[in-house]
Nanobody, 125 residues
């Protein structure tokens, strides 16, 4: 059974940093495109980044220059380094596997097959 588990969320002050992890079991993450999505209260879930099987990354404009996605295939884990956090980054963050990589868009969530349970990130003073 394919399983993804996110961790690393928490409460951070504006301007601070967090690193989210997405660990996989039951399959090798390096065979899949991985996406990070987030859902703020009262809003639809949005795609914010994706990484290809060879490590190419793409980011939504809302996080470009602040967030960095990477993968450690040896640990079967993908990371999302989040710097210069803003209150509007407050959301539940999800990782997802499957889909496709594009340099021009974050693929829609419908093309991703496996999802984690999410981890809460709160940016507040």
């Amino acid at each position: 059974q394919l399983q993804l588990v996110e961790s690393g969320g928490g409460l951070v002050q504006p301007g601070g940093s967090l690193r989210l992890s997405c660990a996989a079991s039951g399959f090798s993450l390096d065979d899949y495109v991985i996406g990070w999505f987030r859902q703020a209260p009262g809003k639809e879930r949005e795609g914010i980044s994706c990484i290809s099987t060879i490590g190419r990354t793409n980011y939504a404009d809302s996080v470009k220059g602040r967030f960095t996605m990477s993968r450690d295939n040896a640990k079967n884990t993908v990371y999302l380094q989040m710097d210069s956090l803003k209150p509007e980054d407050t959301a539940v963050y999800y990782c997802a596997a499957g889909g496709y990589y594009s340099a021009y868009e974050i693929p829609p969530e419908a093309v991703f097959d496996s999802w984690g349970q999410g981890t809460q990130v709160t940016v507040s003073s």
